[in-house]
């Protein structure tokens, strides 16, 4: 039996993330800046993977099919966990930070906007994401979510694997790294699939398989990233590579060696696959975006 077809799935995931990212910017369009506007616009719609809120989206159809949740609130979840994403590459880019000069391809936001512009459009995505999920209706899914987002986004989660990823100190160690991008990589993907399930009002069970689920692949998500790093070239990744390295920076391939590290990112995706086998009995989406995250080439 042929396995799912991803390609076709995750092109009419795009095009509707990209929608709906276009359309919850344009509700405040008017209100806002137009500098601003434009440099959240230029970094928010430039395309990419969407990972994020195509988990978001694919956890709710998943458990929507027994719950019959889902919807406007799923779509809300999608957009908001993307405008944090959005935001962390902005700030990731920033000379203070990673000093990357190019992302996507294109110049980085501050590159093309000018710093000052380019720190408060990744402000501004920040909380715009919390205004998206502060809706009317659906009080208590909505407060969850808005949970679920503070802790994958915050000091317990992506900021603080940031700020352990500057640290001068960064010692050359497995353990350390696992932590790391638990926190830095991991914890967004996480969140991204538990909100999923909580927008579709999914059991306890069902959440906590989507955060199993997500952490595994948060991770394998971030090896395989180390693994491009070092194999693939600036214009196919369409921004710098070898920049850790460069740095003095250990990375896993670096840390336990190329074929180690695969075969833990490999680990992670049987692990996540197997995590979501009671919601896809049959290999679907889920199982299709775990591999995809260790097989991409970008």
Do not use: N, W
């Not at 978001?56 to 809300?76: M, T």
């Not at 353990?175 to 059991?203: D, E, N, P, Q, V």
């Not at 740095?247 to 696959?273: C, I, N, Q, W, Y």
């Amino acid at each position: 039996m042929p396995g799912f077809a991803l390609e076709p799935f995750l092109a009419e995931q795009q095009r509707r993330v990209q929608g709906l990212l276009a359309d919850r910017l344009g509700a405040i369009s008017d209100r806002v800046p137009p500098r601003l506007l434009e440099a959240m616009r230029y970094s928010l719609l430039d395309g990419g993977k969407r990972l994020r809120p195509v988990l978001v989206l694919a956890f709710a159809d998943a458990v929507s099919r027994a719950s019959g949740g889902g919807g406007h609130l799923a779509d809300d979840a999608a957009c908001a966990v993307e405008f944090v994403h959005t935001y962390s590459l902005i700030h990731d880019d920033l000379p203070a930070m990673d000093d990357d000069d190019l992302r996507r391809g294109r110049p980085s936001c501050h590159v093309a906007h000018g710093e000052a512009i380019a720190i408060l459009a990744g402000d501004a995505l920040l909380t715009e994401a919390f205004a998206l999920l502060g809706g009317r209706g659906e009080a208590e899914e909505r407060s969850a979510l808005c949970r679920e987002l503070a802790v994958g986004a915050g000091a317990t989660g992506m900021v603080g694997g940031q700020a352990l990823d500057i640290a001068d100190d960064r010692p050359a160690e497995a353990s350390f790294l696992l932590h790391l991008h638990r926190l830095k990589t991991g914890a967004l993907i996480r969140a991204a699939c538990r909100m999923g399930a909580i927008a579709a009002r999914g059991t306890p069970s069902d959440v906590e398989l989507a955060g199993s689920y997500g952490e595994a692949v948060g991770l394998a998500f971030q090896i395989a990233d180390d693994l491009l790093d070092l194999t693939g070239t600036r214009e196919e990744m369409g921004k710098p590579v070898r920049a850790d390295a460069a740095a003095g920076k250990p990375t896993f391939p670096a840390v336990v060696g190329p074929g180690a590290a695969r075969t833990l990112a490999d680990e992670r995706v049987a692990r996540a696959v197997a995590a979501v086998r009671v919601l896809e009995p049959r290999e679907g989406p889920l199982a299709a975006l775990a591999r995809y995250t260790v097989e991409r080439r970008r």
